[in-house]
């Protein structure tokens, strides 16, 4: 039911063919001992899925973006920090979620605020198919509503198909405590979805 | 949360088996955060990225939007340093200069004697160790990769132990004008500091910014300096010790914490 990770896409290249079939970690461990490829094959392979996290989280594609190549900026800077034995894709989403809460920390760009200098309520989407755009608005508002405790364990949870321990690894949290926050969220947005959806009946 | 409750939580979105299900038609909690994670099982895919012209490499169809940058830079970096350097050499580099500092502040601070401390030997050496201590620890949860932070009671009642066991430990021997020897004290505190602390902002700003990180960064650097006027002050007085030492070192912590959250961060990395 979750989303599995993205194959590595290698093209024709042999030298990438040679680095697809490893795991982000041995990748990882490559690309620290020195080799391009493997950050390119951990780049194709995670950072549509970082980028539609964080588009979720900031509600901005456009911040997502340039929060995508913080990330990975962040990754190949502080690529010493990443400690052997440990998960690459917790940490590649610690990355991402301290890249955010910078950004939001910080202030948004004016460009990024609506005239009355709100955020944005809705993410123009460009993905393919008819989808419920009422729905997603309403998701969407509901997700927003929730604190950034909770937001962040759901976010992680029901779109990048983590699990809980993962989710603790990726925060810094215990285990337990991911799951009492992503059970609070999930109870909130049911209640904030079900009045949404009779505001809309009404 | 029950442990079955723990347990539905971890199959969100599977099939559960039958004792599980059972459950959650008799447990209300349950049934709820179901329903949540339903209510929110269709809609909103991935987004995909805005369309990007910045570069010729994007016409690639095999290259992802921002790969050309990200390519690059990672291609710089490796060229300027093609292997890693760990972690744990930013945390050498400031041990070093925690421990230069205190040498050459006792140097320069000690004429006639290395320590004016007139309280039981076995206690100044106790202090200071107990000092040490902090400073390799606070240096060490400042700049480990670990994601799992000291939470901020452990960092604060850590702290206020120290201060409370300097203050309480003095030899009670009075020195200069309270005023005098206060703002003498406060000012080698100060001018101490600058080094170790400068040194751990830049160290800190490699990383993602942690308030609690920052604070016991800030406490380790200033306690490099709190060594140094522990063994060279000759004032002993609780009140000295008090307003001239720990409240000083103190508020370093909190400047470091103000310092920090104001520096640009040059990567965010846990």
């Known amino acids: 039911m979750k989303p599995a990770s993205a194959p590595v896409r290698t093209g024709d290249d042999s030298g990438r063919a040679s680095v697809a079939p490893e795991s982000d970690e041995v990748l990882m461990a490559r690309f620290c001992e020195g080799q391009a490829l493997a950050f390119d094959a ?66 948004r760009r004016p460009e990024e605020l609506t005239p009355e200098g709100e955020l944005p309520t809705g993410v123009a989407d460009e993905g393919p198919g008819p989808r419920d755009v009422g729905l997603e608005r309403a998701v969407r508002q509901a997700l927003d509503a929730l604190p950034e405790g909770q937001r962040i364990p759901i976010l992680l949870h029901r779109f990048e198909g983590m699990g809980f321990a993962e989710i603790a690894d990726t925060l810094g949290l215990t285990e337990s405590a991911v799951k009492v926050r992503a059970h609070r969220g999930y109870t909130r947005l049911r209640e904030l979805l079900a009045t949404l959806r009779t505001e809309t009946l009404e | 949360m029950t442990p079955e409750c723990s347990r539905v939580m971890d199959r969100l979105g599977e099939a559960l088996p039958p004792d599980l299900a059972a459950h959650v038609a008799n447990c209300q909690e349950c049934q709820v955060v179901t329903g949540g994670f339903e209510f929110i099982s269709g809609p909103s895919p991935a987004p995909t990225a805005p369309a990007s012209a910045s570069s010729d490499d994007e016409d690639d ?210």
């Open chain 1, 42 to 107: 951990l780049f194709q392979r995670h950072s549509r899925q970082v980028r539609g996290y964080l588009t979720r989280l900031t509600g901005s594609a456009s911040t997502a973006e340039d929060l995508v190549q913080l990330t990975f900026m962040s990754l190949v800077r502080s690529r010493g920090r990443f400690l052997a034995g440990s998960r690459f894709k917790p940490w590649l989403y610690a990355i991402a979620t301290n890249a955010a809460r910078d950004f939001q920390r910080r202030g």
């Open chain 2, 61 to 270: 169809e095999d290259t992802l939007p921002g790969q050309f940058d990200a390519r690059r830079f990672a291609l710089e970096t490796l060229a300027k340093q093609p292997k890693a350097r760990p972690w744990w050499h930013g945390l050498v580099l400031l041990v070093g200069v925690h421990a230069a500092t205190v040498g050459v502040g006792l140097m320069l601070l000690s004429r006639d004697f290395w320590v004016g401390n007139a309280a039981h030997s076995s206690i100044v050496v106790g202090v200071a160790i107990l000092i040490l201590a902090l400073l390799g620890a606070g240096t060490y949860i400042a700049l480990s990769p670990h994601r799992r932070v000291v939470p901020w009671v452990a960092v604060l009642a850590t702290s206020g132990a120290l201060g409370l066991t300097v203050v309480l430990t003095g030899s009670g021997q009075q020195g200069r004008a309270f005023l005098a020897g206060l703002v003498g004290c406060m000012g080698t505190e100060l001018a101490v500091t600058v080094v170790p602390l400068a040194v751990t902002l830049v160290l800190l700003s490699r990383s993602a910014f942690h308030p609690v990180r920052a604070l016991a960064a800030g406490l380790s650097a200033g306690a490099a300096s709190l060594l140094v006027l522990h063994l060279h002050c000759p004032d002993g007085t609780a009140s000295h010790l008090l307003w001239g030492h720990v409240v000083p070192w103190l508020g370093l912590g909190g400047i470091a914490v103000l310092l920090r959250s104001r520096m640009p961060t040059s990567s965010h990395a846990p």
